[in-house]
């Protein structure tokens, strides 16, 4: 990756890419401190270091923002109702017909669909700024002015900075689209993750600076974990399944088509984090509704509340099936076996050994099924890592797999990226 880094630089064009694509990372981060109006810091800070080790929905906004989301600055919402809306409008794609053809008409249909996302973006980030409002006020880290109208008035600037800030970040994500390199969103979520790195690190020298066996025991055992686990998952991002294909010769004119013997690429972690994202939503949905709602000790609803706490063996289970059930579920929206098989037949393709149609369809259900569930279980390890490691240790890395995941994954496909625009460049063409 490092070799292919200074490869690019070396190329004019490219180098211009990525010196943009700096540029708007650190205009992302500059715009992260931009604080907002009529907040308290102070209370905002104790608020959140209060509730930032229970797992909830503000723990995981948080990481997807680079820690922006704690301070409540500019740019507090950051990627999450955009990243939020795609979820929505890809689901929707599947279940109504007129974004279903929208999605069939090419560029054009995408850029369509692209608008609408942004759209639906732009009402979640408004929801999202009104719903983060409520919980500063309920916090005690909104300042209000004397009253009446001005109270309005806050209420108002707040919201619309959040909202502001989602707005300017897409627009920053799409700049990177247009003159940088990899993809925009990807990349800024990528830089956040990634600024959040130095005080983790730091974190950890001063837990060893304590000078306790323990403590420095456990410290080289995460350094040392931390680069296993980055090792893995390169592994099973890179790992694929080939399926051999074979064309039949044909006969046009004077010349003869076909004949070839190639094979179809399945990627074994084919949804990427996106599993993670659902269950990580769906559970922390009920330790987000405590923040509102304060239940009586030894209440139904304090033993059910309880159950789903970061540390609870329950939420480790079910957050493990989630993961599983969400990547067959986004696996079958991305892959249709059936389509797949009518391709191959037009094509006057086919897998040796297996009939065209049914059977072949048949074939790639059951080779599909096997590898979701060997890229299910590898979401869910590196999910849940964290969890059994904060039980053990009782330290808190909370998220620490998913981050990891997120940031090897998108410099993956930034390398690629980089290494196809090479490639394009340096090829000359049949012309020449």
């Given at each position: 990756?490092?070799?292919?880094?200074?490869?690019?630089?070396?190329?004019?064009?490219?180098?211009?890419?990525?010196?943009?694509?700096?540029?708007?990372?650190?205009?992302?981060?500059?715009?992260?401190?931009?604080?907002?109006?009529?907040?308290?810091?102070?209370?905002?800070?104790?608020?959140?270091?209060?509730?930032?080790?229970?797992?909830?929905?503000?723990?995981?906004?948080?990481?997807?923002?680079?820690?922006?989301?704690?301070?409540a600055t500019l740019l507090a919402l950051s990627v999450s109702?955009?990243?939020?809306?795609?979820?929505?409008?890809?689901?929707?794609?599947?279940?109504?017909?007129?974004?279903?053809?929208?999605?069939?008409?090419?560029?054009?249909?995408?850029?369509?669909?692209?608008?609408?996302?942004?759209?639906?973006?732009?009402?979640?980030?408004?929801?999202?700024?009104?719903?983060?409002?409520?919980?500063?006020?309920?916090?005690?880290?909104?300042?209000?002015?004397?009253?009446?109208?001005?109270?309005?008035?806050?209420?108002?600037?707040?919201?619309?900075?959040?909202?502001?800030?989602?707005?300017?970040?897409?627009?920053?994500?799409?700049?990177?689209?247009?003159?940088?390199?990899?993809?925009?969103?990807?990349?800024?979520?990528?830089?956040?993750?990634?600024?959040?790195?130095?005080?983790?690190?730091?974190?950890?020298?001063?837990?060893?600076?304590?000078?306790?066996?323990?403590?420095?025991?456990?410290?080289?055992?995460?350094?040392?974990?931390?680069?296993?686990?980055?090792?893995?998952?390169?592994?099973?991002?890179?790992?694929?399944?080939?399926?051999?294909?074979?064309?039949?010769?044909?006969?046009?004119?004077?010349?003869?088509?076909?004949?070839?013997?190639?094979?179809?690429?399945?990627?074994?972690?084919?949804?990427?984090?996106?599993?993670?994202?659902?269950?990580?939503?769906?559970?922390?949905?009920?330790?987000?509704?405590?923040?509102?709602?304060?239940?009586?000790?030894?209440?139904?609803?304090?033993?059910?509340?309880?159950?789903?706490?970061?540390?609870?063996?329950?939420?480790?289970?079910?957050?493990?099936?989630?993961?599983?059930?969400?990547?067959?579920?986004?696996?079958?929206?991305?892959?249709?076996?059936?389509?797949?098989?009518?391709?191959?037949?037009?094509?006057?393709?086919?897998?040796?050994?297996?009939?065209?149609?049914?059977?072949?369809?048949?074939?790639?259900?059951?080779?599909?099924?096997?590898?979701?569930?060997?890229?299910?279980?590898?979401?869910?390890?590196?999910?849940?890592?964290?969890?059994?490691?904060?039980?053990?240790?009782?330290?808190?890395?909370?998220?620490?797999?998913?981050?990891?995941?997120?940031?090897?994954?998108?410099?993956?496909?930034?390398?690629?990226?980089?290494?196809?625009?090479?490639?394009?460049?340096?090829?000359?063409?049949?012309?020449?």
């Amino acid at each position: 990756m490092i070799e292919t880094f200074r490869n690019a630089w070396r190329v004019p064009e490219l180098r211009k890419k990525l010196l943009f694509t700096f540029f708007i990372i650190v205009l992302y981060r500059i715009g992260g401190t931009v604080p907002v109006p009529f907040l308290d810091s102070q209370a905002l800070s104790d608020w959140f270091k209060a509730s930032e080790s229970s797992g909830d929905f503000f723990s995981y906004l948080n990481v997807l923002s680079g820690g922006n989301f704690a301070k409540a600055t500019l740019l507090a919402l950051s990627v999450s109702p955009y990243i939020n809306a795609q979820i929505i409008i890809q689901l929707l794609t599947y279940a109504l017909p007129p974004l279903e053809r929208l999605q069939k008409e090419g560029p054009e249909g995408r850029k369509k669909l692209d608008k609408i996302t942004k759209y639906a973006a732009l009402a979640i980030a408004i929801f999202q700024g009104w719903a983060y409002y409520l919980t500063l006020k309920k916090a005690g880290a909104v300042i209000y002015a004397a009253g009446g109208f001005d109270k309005v008035f806050s209420e108002i600037v707040i919201i619309a900075c959040f909202t502001a800030g989602a707005s300017l970040t897409i627009w920053l994500g799409d700049q990177i689209n247009e003159k940088g390199i990899g993809n925009g969103i990807s990349m800024l979520l990528f830089a956040g993750i990634i600024a959040r790195g130095p005080s983790a690190v730091i974190g950890l020298f001063d837990y060893a600076k304590s000078g306790e066996a323990r403590n420095i025991i456990l410290v080289a055992v995460i350094c040392v974990v931390f680069v296993l686990m980055i090792g893995f998952i390169i592994f099973m991002n890179e790992a694929e399944r080939r399926i051999p294909i074979q064309y039949a010769k044909r006969v046009v004119g004077r010349r003869q088509y076909g004949g070839q013997s190639t094979y179809i690429p399945v990627k074994i972690a084919m949804s990427g984090v996106m599993p993670i994202i659902f269950a990580m939503a769906f559970m922390s949905l009920p330790s987000t509704l405590k923040m509102f709602i304060t239940p009586k000790d030894g209440s139904f609803y304090d033993k059910f509340l309880k159950w789903f706490e970061y540390t609870s063996p329950f939420y480790a289970c079910l957050y493990f099936v989630l993961i599983i059930a969400f990547n067959y579920f986004y696996v079958s929206m991305q892959y249709n076996p059936v389509q797949i098989a009518n391709d191959l037949r037009q094509n006057n393709g086919a897998i040796p050994g297996i009939r065209p149609g049914k059977p072949t369809s048949d074939h790639l259900k059951k080779i599909f099924g096997k590898i979701t569930l060997v890229g299910a279980v590898f979401l869910g390890v590196i999910a849940i890592f964290p969890i059994i490691f904060t039980v053990i240790t009782k330290m808190n890395i909370a998220m620490g797999g998913t981050s990891i995941l997120i940031v090897v994954s998108v410099a993956l496909e930034t390398a690629r990226t980089m290494e196809s625009q090479m490639m394009m460049r340096h090829h000359r063409g049949f012309l020449e």
